[in-house]
């Protein structure tokens, strides 16, 4: 079975620090991979995806994510953190049982950037 | 850019009565789902459909739960008689055929008294 693992529940960091936010996973056969963003009280915004080819995906807000398989993992990360980038965080995998795309997200990861 | 609407942003309701959670996917798109997300927790599938019929559900998608697409541009989640713990936010999403990004709505967030 498809699952995603987000270790952290929380992540701190000071503004204009890198920022990394973890995420494993488990999938049969290759993964598509995708990470969302959550402000409060808004609806989950695509942040990017790795589907195939270079395992650094750029997405948006500066953001960036590293494919590894061999470690199964898929990190979200931004060279320098901005305080609007405090905001909850989901990692997620498509499942290929049944519905066609079904994404199946991680616990989250509040991201909290201080000033 | 084409959004996926929602509607209504938030409800209250009265635990034992039926609500109808309305969206709008994107108009070229034929994969629908819902997702539910209880306050700050995780995000959890509950339905997808696809040719006016239900591809796929998860557990938490029992015989409370229903989804209709009444006509060529809704896609309703109907839940019959509420209960306490059916307090959510509700998430409609749609991807189109050959697409790889599911496009979510702002959803709606449903409170049971």
């Known amino acids: 079975a498809q699952s995603v693992a987000q270790p952290e529940d929380q992540v701190n960091v000071a503004e204009g620090n890198p920022l990394t936010v973890k995420c494993t996973y488990s999938?049969?056969?290759?993964?598509?991979l995708f990470w969302y963003v959550q402000y409060p009280n808004r609806g989950l915004q695509f942040l990017l995806k790795y589907i195939t080819g270079d395992n650094l995906v750029k997405g948006s807000y500066g953001f960036e994510a590293e494919f590894n398989k061999s470690q199964t993992s898929f990190h979200l990360k931004k060279p320098s953190a901005l305080v609007s980038d405090s905001a909850l965080y989901f990692c997620a995998v498509r499942g290929f049982s049944g519905g066609y795309n079904k994404l199946i997200f991680g616990a989250g990861t509040r991201l909290a950037v201080h000033p | 850019e084409p959004e996926v609407t929602q509607t209504p942003s938030h409800q209250v309701t009265q635990m034992g009565q039926e609500v109808i959670l309305r969206c709008v996917p994107i108009s070229n798109h034929l994969y629908f789902y819902w997702y539910r997300q209880i306050l700050g927790q995780k995000v959890e599938f509950l339905v997808s459909f696809y040719n006016n019929e239900i591809s796929e559900k998860s557990e938490i998608f029992d015989d409370q739960f229903s989804v209709e697409r009444p006509d060529g541009s809704n896609f309703t989640l109907k839940i019959r008689s509420t209960k306490l713990e059916d307090s959510a936010m509700y998430f409609c999403a749609s991807i189109g055929t050959g697409a790889n990004v599911l496009t979510f709505g702002a959803g709606s967030r449903l409170t049971v008294l």
């Open positions: 999938v049969s056969g290759n993964p598509y």
